[in-house]
C-alpha cells in the first residue's frame, strides 16, 4: 500500500507515505455522487489488510426524514480509483437520525453501528448494528444488509465492531462500555464494567448474541477501578494553556476495538473521579471472548490539572501495542501524545510518553454552548510492514481574526526500538589461496520487542569472491558483489545465514565485516557489526598464482598475489633439458597486494617459474 487515506469532517486526503498530497477533496464531495446535496459527517475510515480495500462510513443528512449513513468501500489497493458507495436509511419511519456511525469487519462482514437519535426531541432512542456481506460490497454488488436495532432502555448505545486481524475468525465481536461505576452489591465497592457482544450465523441470517461482563474488579492485583460514563452537567474540563476555556472532554464510551491473536484491545476515555470529574483518562484493555481480563493500563495523572482523552490503539504481530491520544493542561496548548506498551512475551509494559505534535495555540470553537475537540483519533498496524504502527491525532494551530477555534492533524509511524547483536562464526581460522570460506552470522535481538525487517549485508573484500548465501531463518542471496541475507523479524532466538565465498590470495589476511540494519532506532548500535580477520596460511594452495612480469630498463621482475606464501623463485638455463631448476636468492618487496621479485641479470636466455616449499616469505 503505497497511499496514506484520512478522512476527516472537512476533507478527505490522499497522501504518499513520504507526506506528499496526492488528492485533496471534501467530505462531502466524496460521497455526492449518492446524490448531489448530501451532508455528511462524524466519518471513520478503515484499511482491510486481507481484502487490500478502504471503507469509509460517515452520518448523513440527520436533518432530514431520509437521513441515513453514508459507506464507501475502494474498488482496488490505490484509494486513487473507484468506489462503491452506499446510502442506508437510518429509519423507515423518518424520526431518527445516526450519531457517530463506526465500523469494523472480519473475514465475512463489513459490520457498522450508529446511535440513534429523534430528530425532533434530539433524545436517544436505540443502537443499529448493520451486517453486509464484504464479499459483495468488494464486488460492487447491491448492498443488501441485515439490520440490527437494540433497543437504548435495555442496550444502551456504541457498541463498538472489532478491527478484526484473523482472517480466519466466522464471529465478530462488539464491546461497550456498560457501566463506569456499577456499585456491586456483594464487595460493596464500585467496578467499571464492559460488555461483549458477539456476531455470528450465515451471511445473510446472522445472529447478534449480547454477551459477558468484564469487569475491573477481575484485576486481582489492583482495587476495582471506576469511572463516570459523562459529565453530569456536560461541563468542558480539559484545560489549556493561555485561556480559561477549557475544552469537552466527550464521555466513555469506547473508542476503538481490535481483535488479535485470540483477545479483544479496546481503549476509552475515563472521566474521573467516578462521583465527580474533574480530569479525563486513557485506558485500554485487552480481554478474552468469554468476558475474561487479562491486562488493563490507565493514562492518568491526579496531580498537575492533565487530562487525557479520545484514544485509538493498534497491535502488531509481537502483541506491542501503539495508543494515541490527546494531552490537555494549563501549561501546554491541546497536543498530540502517544505511548508504546512493547510486549514482554505476557504482557504490556509502557515506555515513556512521547509528544508527536505540540499544540500551537489555545482552542476555542463552541458548538451548542461546548468547546468541541475531535470525538475520535485513529491508529493501525502498517499493512506493508506488521511491525510498523501509525497513529492520526489532532492538536490546535494558530487562530486567525474569523476562526478562534483551529486545529490540525497529524500522522506518525512508530515502531519499538531495538537491539540487534550479530556474531561471526568463520569456518576455519585459516585458510589457503582457491579454498571456499564460509561465514555463519548469528543474528539476535535483546529488546523485550521485535527487530522488524532485519537485513544483514556482507560485501566482498579483498582477497574473498562471494559465491552464494543460505539461510533456514530467512532469505539470502548475493547481487552486485554483497551478500544479503533479511528476516521479517528478530527475537531473542538466534537466526543464522551462511555465506560463502572463494578465497583469492589477493591479500595475506582476509578482513570482512557485516552489519546488520532493522526498522527503527537501535538501542545499541555497537553491536550491529561483526567482524572477522582470517589469516592465509604457509600451505599449498589449491589453484595456482598467476604470474605477472614487469622490465624497467634492464631490470625484470615477477610478481604474484601477496596472498600466496612460502613460495621461492627458481630458475634454469633452457625452457626444456637445461638442467635443473635451482633456487635463485631475490629480495621480495610485499606491498600488501602483490609479491614482487627482482631477477638478477645474467647473460643469454634464463627461464624463471616460482614454486611453494614452505619456505619463502
Known sequence: MGQILTVLNTTVRIQGRNGDPLSTTTLDAFFQPLHADIFTYDPRCLHDPYGSRWIVTAGADPDLPAAGIALAVSSAEDPRQAWFRYFIPADPAGQLYADSPTVGFNRRWIVIQANLYNRVTGEFAESQVIVFDKADLYAGGAGTFTRFRL????????????????????????????????????????????????????TGSEVLTPGNFVSTAQDGSLPPFAWADFQPDGADLGAQSATQSRIQLGDSRIQSVLYRGGTLWCSQTVLVPAANPTRSGVQWWEIFEDGRLFQRHLIDESNGGWS????????????DVLVGYNGFSPTTHP????????????????????????????????????????????????????????????????PTPSDPGR??????????????????FPSTNGVVP???????????????????????????????ELTSATSTNGLAWVSNGVAYCSFDHVGPTPLRCTINGRVT???????????????GPDSDPSTDTATAEIPLLNA?????????????GTAFS????????????????????????????????????????????????????????????
Not at 171 to 192: D, F, I, R
Not at 308 to 319: G, M, T
Not at 346 to 368: D, I, T
Not at 603 to 615: K, L, M, N, V
Open 151 to 202: 433497543p437504548g432502555a435495555d442496550y444502551g448505545g456504541s457498541q463498538i465492531p472489532a478491527t478484526t486481524l484473523d482472517p480466519t475468525l466466522d464471529t465478530l465481536h462488539l464491546v461497550k462500555s456498560w457501566n463506569g461505576n456499577y456499585a456491586n452489591p456483594q464487595s460493596q465497592a464500585a467496578e467499571g464494567l464492559l460488555r461483549i457482544f458477539i456476531l455470528s450465523g450465515a
Open 335 to 398: 497536543s498530540a501524545y502517544y505511548r508504546l506498551y512493547p510486549n514482554d512475551g505476557s504482557y504490556n509494559h509502557p515506555l515513556g510518553e512521547q509528544r508527536m505534535r505540540g499544540g500551537l495555540a489555545p482552542y476555542v470553537e463552541l458548538y451548542n454552548g461546548q468547546n468541541r475537540w475531535g470525538d475520535w483519533s485513529a491508529t493501525c498496524v502498517d499493512p506493508l510492514d506488521d511491525g510498523a504502527l501509525w497513529t492520526l491525532q489532532e492538536y490546535s494551530i494558530l
Open 308 to 319: 487525557y482523552a479520545y484514544p485509538s490503539l493498534a497491535v502488531n504481530n509481537h502483541y
Open 505 to 519: 590470495g589477493a591479500t595475506p589476511t582476509l578482513s570482512l565485516r557485516a552489519t546488520a540494519t532493522a526498522l
Open 407 to 424: 486545529w490540525g492533524v497529524a500522522w506518525a509511524e512508530v515502531v519499538a526500538s531495538h537491539d540487534l547483536r550479530l556474531s561471526p
Open 558 to 617: 615477477i610478481a604474484w598475489p601477496a596472498g600466496y606464501l612460502g613460495f621461492v623463485v627458481e630458475s634454469r638455463e633452457a625452457a626444456a633439458g637445461g638442467g635443473g631448476w635451482t633456487p635463485v636468492s631475490v629480495a621480495l618487496v610485499n606491498d600488501g597486494t602483490l609479491r614482487r621479485a627482482t631477477l638478477p641479470q645474467a647473460g643469454g636466455t634464463r627461464y624463471f617459474r616460482i614454486r611453494w616449499t614452505g619456505g619463502g616469505n
Open 434 to 464: 582457491g579454498q571456499i570460506l564460509s561465514l555463519t552470522l548469528v543474528l539476535s535481538n535483546q529488546s523485550p520487542s521485535f527487530a522488524y525487517d532485519a537485513v544483514v549485508t556482507l560485501p566482498s573484500t579483498a582477497g574473498w
Open 540 to 552: 599449498p594452495p589449491l589453484t595456482p598464482p598467476t604470474l605477472a612480469a614487469a622490465a624497467q
